[in-house]
């Protein structure tokens, strides 16, 4: 039999069974303590029986936290993630608990921040949630059904086909000198960019010990779909890197992604670019590299394109009919 006994103003129940650990809730009205006991000890005789309390006792901010101890440090873009992370620390669905994170909860999270920010942001957002919450039922006994995979998500927006004009470009590069308090490595990374397609993770996280300048290559041990990958280097990307100075730790470029994308964005302000983000660097170097490379397998080995739909982006309609004559 569980046991119900009054603490304080509440009502506690605890019900042990063997090959069970005990399990105790309290509530406010002895009835619902009662019920509540029968019920467990039902699903036990059953066999049926999970817990929830740790579900219960924990928050979802209190599971992030702990993915942000335990996970995020394993990870390549671990650093960026954290200050994501720590953001929705601050919003209400993180204060509930596990066992109140409902699918309808996290749809009214959804449709509060396409309030906010765009869709591809939001899709994002719900992957980390959905990851987060997977870490927890696998690793930390919290017995939930992840709410994340039973909620419409917003449509994919199409990939973004936003490249730099010869004249922006000019402009760009003259309002990323390094005058005052501007950041020194903006520059030097933005051409690097611009001159080998890199991604931006894939830039902070280069090393000097990895960097071949008489060969003209850069390797990049550990990319984002998984595998290694040696990007060749022009002769105005090595000049870039010759010009560099050597940081204390080894990397290229010694800052934080979100830095660097955080200055870009300001730079771009006073250079007078609409709707320009950094990965747009990126697509602006590999459309480029394609009229270089029309050869599709060594323009994906330079971009680390594993897909040939992705890389069809690349090349423009009006540039091949050109080559039709």
């Excluded at 990397?251 to 300001?266: D, Q």
Aim: glycine share 4%; aromatic share 4%; hydrophobic share 40%.
């Amino acid at each position: 039999m569980a046991s119900i006994r009054k603490r304080g103003n509440k009502w506690q129940a605890r019900v042990c069974r063997a090959g069970y650990p005990a399990e105790t809730k309290s509530f406010n009205v002895c009835a619902d303590a009662e019920r509540w006991a029968r019920s467990v000890e039902t699903e036990m005789d059953r066999g049926s029986f999970v817990s929830r309390s740790e579900a219960e006792a924990n928050t979802l901010e209190d599971i992030i936290e702990r993915y942000i101890t335990d996970v995020c440090p394993t990870r390549r873009s671990g650093a960026d993630e954290i200050s994501r992370l720590r953001a929705t620390c601050r919003t209400k669905l993180a204060k509930l608990s596990m066992a109140a994170l409902t699918p309808k909860a996290v749809a009214a999270y959804r449709d509060e921040r396409l309030k906010k920010v765009k869709p591809a942001t939001v899709i994002r957002e719900l992957a980390y949630l959905s990851a987060i919450i997977n870490h927890a039922r696998r690793e930390l006994d919290i017995n939930i059904a992840n709410p994340v995979a039973l909620i419409r998500k917003p449509p994919s927006p199409q990939g973004r086909d936003r490249v730099l004009s010869a004249d922006e470009e000019a402009r760009l590069l003259a309002a990323l000198v390094p005058t005052g308090r501007r950041n020194t490595w903006l520059l030097p990374a933005t051409i690097l960019s611009l001159e080998t397609g890199m991604r931006r993770g894939e830039l902070v996280e280069l090393r000097w010990t990895n960097v071949n300048l008489e060969g003209q290559t850069a390797h990049l041990p550990m990319t984002k779909n998984g595998t290694a990958r040696t990007v060749p280097l022009s002769k105005k990307a090595v000049a870039t890197l010759v010009a560099l100075p050597r940081s204390i730790d080894g990397r290229v470029i010694p800052v934080k992604g979100n830095t660097l994308h955080a200055a870009f964005r300001k730079a771009c302000k006073r250079a007078r670019i609409a709707d320009f983000h950094w990965h747009d660097l990126r697509h602006t170097a590999i459309t480029r590299l394609a009229q270089k490379l029309p050869n599709v397998i060594e323009l994906a080995a330079v971009s680390g394109h594993r897909s040939l739909a992705m890389l069809k982006r690349y090349y423009h309609a009006t540039e091949l009919a050109q080559k039709l004559g």
